[in-house]
């Protein structure tokens, strides 16, 4: 069974930095793509970044690209976000998840949350002004 893992999250002030974690177990690390995704408050969850299995393929959402970088280390089988230059509306539950690289037939598959198979349990971001 996979299992996603996060860490990281905590409490940040305005143009701080903050790097998540994401550790996978009971798959093979190496065949997965993933992806992170925030959710705010009253708000829907949103695509915030994705790397592919190989992690020559990265993509990021407007609203943070230039400012949060994706890594992947599979010696240790965890994803990395890195997120840097913080601003208040990146507050937000971050979730990271994972699906088998061929299951994402198109490209923007990557970028919508139903595609994804795993899932984490969140960790909070807050970011204060």
């Known amino acids: 069974q996979v299992q996603l893992v996060e860490s990281g999250g905590g409490l940040m002030q305005a143009g701080g930095s903050l790097r998540l974690s994401c550790t996978v177990s009971g798959g093979t690390f190496s065949t997965y793509s993933m992806g992170w995704f925030r959710q705010a408050p009253g708000k829907e969850r949103e695509f915030v970044g994705h790397?592919?299995?190989?992690?020559?393929?990265?993509i990021y959402a407007r609203s943070v690209k230039g400012r949060f970088t994706i890594s992947r280390d599979n010696a240790k089988n965890t994803w990395y976000l890195q997120m840097n230059s913080l601003k208040p509306e990146d507050t937000a539950v971050y979730y990271c998840?994972?699906?088998?690289?061929?299951?994402?037939?198109?490209?923007?598959?990557?970028?919508?949350?139903?595609?994804?198979?795993?899932w984490g349990q969140g960790t909070q971001v807050t970011v204060s002004s």
């Open positions: 998840a994972a699906v088998r690289e061929y299951l994402l037939a198109r490209y923007n598959d990557r970028l919508v949350a139903g595609s994804y198979d795993y």
């Open positions: 790397i592919n299995l190989g992690g020559g393929l990265t």
